[in-house]
């Protein structure tokens, strides 16, 4: 992409993706080529509303999708919230809208840090604790924890972005996700 070598045909799908990718870095490079994503969704919630989805379908996009930073029962990885009784918690219009917009409502403790470290390396996490010689941190995708010495961290700045990303799902997609996620419940 950066090169201008993707094809004519494959570009829109490309930039949907580039856009998409859990990785903040390629989503601003991504931004910055093709132009901002981080405008609020046009995808009308109303009409999605009305639509009844396929739980089963649902099931499977979660599993291709979700699975790969929530916890849905005994599946998928413990990094953002769990999902498992997500159907209690947001309503069928609040489903859509974490899907569809996931910087509007990023939970306590699941806030995006823009570590950098005095090396220039930086990188997206979620800071699960700060004391003063360690921080301990939740990298996209994982579950697993790494232990940053301070005396190594230039900075660490919250950001407004959610680390989720913006799926690039068809409103019969979303329909069918959301139809399967509010039938998790307790």
């Known amino acids: 992409a950066k090169a201008d070598q993707i094809p004519a045909d494959l570009l829109p799908i490309a930039q949907k993706i580039l856009q998409s990718s859990w990785n903040g870095n390629i989503r601003a490079e991504a931004n910055e080529k093709f132009g901002s994503d981080t405008a609020k969704s046009s995808v009308d919630i109303a ?3 009305a639509q009844e989805g396929d739980v ?9 999708y979700c699975v790969s930073c929530h916890k849905i029962g005994d599946k998928g990885i ?22 569809i917009n996931p910087s509007e409502g990023i939970g306590f403790g699941y806030e995006t840090q823009l570590v950098k470290l005095k090396d220039g390396t930086q990188f997206t996490c979620i800071v699960n604790s ?7 941190v939740k990298l996209v995708g994982t579950a697993e924890q ?29 329909v069918d996700l959301v139809s399967y996620l509010e039938t998790l419940r307790k």
């Open 146 to 174: 790494k232990i940053y010495k301070l005396v190594n961290v230039e900075s660490i700045t919250q950001l407004d972005e959610s680390l989720m990303p913006k799926f690039p799902l068809s409103e019969t997609e979303l």
């Open 78 to 99: 413990d990094f953002g919230p769990a999902l498992s009784e997500i159907g209690d918690k947001l309503s069928k219009e609040g489903l859509f809208n974490a899907i």
């Open 56 to 64: 089963a379908k649902g099931l499977l996009i979660s599993n291709n």
């Open 130 to 136: 700060k004391t003063e010689n360690d921080l301990v």
């Open 47 to 49: 009409k999605l509303l």
